[in-house]
């Protein structure tokens, strides 16, 4: 197989978990653009342009309740911060990374395709290009999946086949495939506690950046403390 | 709205999405990182996905209210197990479905 042929194989395959997950959600999305008053093309364009879920639904929402371009922007910027440490954290498998992929790969840093590339960069056999068609193709998904929600409205019935269920079973798949070892074990426990007690404190996401950097934080000051100038983490 | 100012709005949203994706991607690509930065990183992911997660699971509603023995955190105990022994996230992502779908009919 040349390699071209074998990173596209390998990046689909490696995508098509998210796909699955993208379809009911971009199929929602679309539903309600359509309901908002947007047109199938200001649907398709805003899947294309913001690429960012739960923030075109928040974008949505509050375009029909007239909401200034200032407030929608703010709003956006924050519900979407999180992808600024997943980026940061991207980073170390991206290293000399000519800018012009950069700017094509920012495009796609999504919660799924960041999960998805990091477990593959670090079971080894994963490259940039099949990171970067990993993020394309779930783009692509998710573009189709609103369009087809907008142009058909609900032709999925609601709970087909719990077909609501398919975004939380990936983020659990994803979470456990990140756990190689006790310190990953401690790091969840402590975010996952974090940031339940967040979120029923805190309105809207931000419980996910300052979770993630607490425990993050804790669990690189629990690794040092066992293993003090240690290299590396078990 | 007219078309102009829904694509004002779509490109501002675009804009404040797209900067904080690309800018660390550029800024730590480029240079050296210290070894106790790399560490730190390599636990941002899984403390992410737990922080998406958990609340998912053991709560609801908006404000979001404590519940922890609801649908889907019992359909996650199968789910969980399943992705511990197989490590194959479609088949994850399948089982979870209809697992939420089987408990669903009950």
Known sequence: ?234 | MPDAEYFGVILAMGLVTYLPRWMPLFVFSQKAMPGWLVEWLDLIPVAILSALVFPELLTHGAPRTLDILQAKSLVAVPTLLFALRTRSLGGTVVVGMLSFWALGKL
């Not at chain 1, 401690?186 to 974090?194: F, I, P, Q, R, V």
């Open chain 1, 1 to 234: 197989m040349s390699p071209w042929r074998e990173r596209l194989t390998m990046g689909i395959r490696a995508a098509w978990p998210i796909c699955m997950a993208y379809f009911p959600i971009g199929m929602a999305f679309g539903v309600l653009a359509q309901k908002a008053g947007l047109s199938v093309f200001q649907t398709g364009a805003m899947s294309v342009v913001v690429f960012a879920g739960s923030s075109q639904f928040i974008g949505v929402s509050m375009l029909s309740s007239g909401a200034s371009l200032m407030a929608i922007a703010v709003t956006t910027f924050v519900v979407n911060l999180r992808h600024l440490l997943m980026s940061w954290s991207l980073a170390t498998h991206l290293r000399k990374t000519p800018t012009p992929f950069l700017f094509l790969f920012a495009y796609g840093v999504t919660d799924e395709s960041f999960a998805v590339n990091t477990v593959q960069f670090r079971e080894g056999n994963w490259d940039r290009w099949k990171a970067l068609i990993v993020n394309h193709v779930a783009n692509i998904a998710w573009v189709c999946s609103s369009i087809a929600g907008a142009v058909s409205g609900q032709f999925i019935p609601s709970g087909f086949l719990g077909i609501d269920y398919a975004m939380i079973a990936m983020f659990i798949g994803l979470l456990v495939f990140q756990l190689r070892g006790r310190l990953y074990v401690m790091t969840a426990l402590l975010s996952g506690g974090l940031s339940v007690a967040f979120s029923l404190v805190v309105p809207g996401n931000s419980y996910v950046i300052f979770a993630s950097l607490i425990a993050a934080t804790g669990g690189y000051v629990i690794s040092r403390l066992r293993s003090p100038g240690g290299p590396k983490h078990a």
